[in-house]
């Protein structure tokens, strides 16, 4: 009896991945995967975008500031198929931009999202990991 095995290859992946630093002119900005980029003015409009983002696996939220005064220009949100969010920012350097995430509950992400919105930072970043990216 002959049996066959489908092994993979593990892929290769890398955290140095570096972004261009971008600008923002406006001081927030809102994006969505159903086209909803635009100027914001209120916190309710983030909320909004992030509760339709819960009922709504294929949806994403980025929410870009003008001035990253702590560094941070954006912070990204999309569900995980094996559940939860998956929370990402966009941390700016002189060199670039890197990419780091972290896993969180709905209720932690609608948190985090209203203090980015509120003060443009978001605490505890020491629990953010760089993101992998496949070679």
């Given at each position: ?5 489908n ?5 290769k992946t890398?955290t140095?991945?570096?972004?261009q ?5 406006t001081?927030r900005?809102?994006d ?5 980029d635009?100027a ?5 409009e983030v909320e909004d975008a992030l509760?339709e ?8 939220v980025i ?12 912070i990204?949100?999309?569900?995980i198929?094996?559940?939860g969010?998956?929370?990402e ?6 060199d670039g931009t890197r990419?780091v995430e972290?896993t969180?509950?709905q209720k932690?992400?609608?948190a ?5 919105y509120?003060?443009?930072n978001?605490?505890q970043?020491?629990?953010y990991?760089?993101?992998e990216?496949?070679?």
């Amino acid at each position: 009896m002959l049996q066959f095995f489908n092994k993979k290859k593990p892929q290769k992946t890398t955290t140095q991945v570096i972004f261009q630093n971008t600008s923002c002119d406006t001081s927030r900005r809102l994006d969505t995967n159903n086209g909803a980029d635009h100027a914001i003015s209120s916190w309710e409009e983030v909320e909004d975008a992030l509760y339709e983002m819960f009922s709504d696996p294929d949806e994403f939220v980025i929410l870009t500031v003008g001035d990253p005064c702590w560094n941070i220009r954006f912070i990204q949100a999309a569900q995980i198929k094996t559940g939860g969010i998956t929370l990402e920012l966009g941390l700016e350097s002189p060199d670039g931009t890197r990419l780091v995430e972290r896993t969180c509950s709905q209720k932690e992400c609608l948190a985090i999202f209203r203090e980015f919105y509120s003060t443009a930072n978001v605490p505890q970043r020491e629990a953010y990991k760089p993101v992998e990216f496949f070679t």
